[in-house]
């Protein structure tokens, strides 16, 4: 079992940035493939970045070269570097934890609205 907590989210104006942060327990980290997913009003729930426990990461196109993802696998936490944020990008962010073989896990999302 593992447990996410996500945290960082809010209001912000376009343009501006953001950090997510997720808080991992209850199991070994580097087990897991983390990643960011986004689900706005009425749209299906989206892969916003990844990262493997070796430092290995995949972005989806909308946000490549604003976003960054990272990880710290002693702290047992991932990050999401948000910057240059777009109305668009208004969404619950939702922090998961994946593994062919240990599972799949969602934290609770933190809302994020970019609004001027």
């Known amino acids: 079992q593992v447990q996410l907590v996500e945290s960082g989210g809010g209001l912000v104006q376009p343009g501006g940035s953001l950090r997510l942060s997720c808080a991992a327990s209850?199991?070994?980290?580097?087990?897991?493939?983390m990643g960011w997913y986004r689900q706005a009003p009425g749209k299906e729930r989206e892969l916003v970045a990844s990262?493997?426990?070796?430092?290995?990461?995949n972005y989806a196109d909308s946000v490549k070269g604003r976003f960054t993802i990272s990880r710290d696998n002693a702290g047992n936490m991932v990050y999401l570097q948000m910057n240059s944020l777009k109305p668009e990008d208004t969404a619950v962010y939702y922090c998961?934890?994946?593994?062919?073989?240990?599972?799949?896990?969602w934290g609770q999302g933190t809302q994020v609205t970019v609004s001027s």
């Open positions: 998961n934890a994946h593994s062919p073989l240990w599972g799949t896990y």
């Open positions: 990262i493997t426990s070796g430092g290995s990461t």
């Open positions: 209850g199991s070994i980290f580097s087990r897991y493939v």
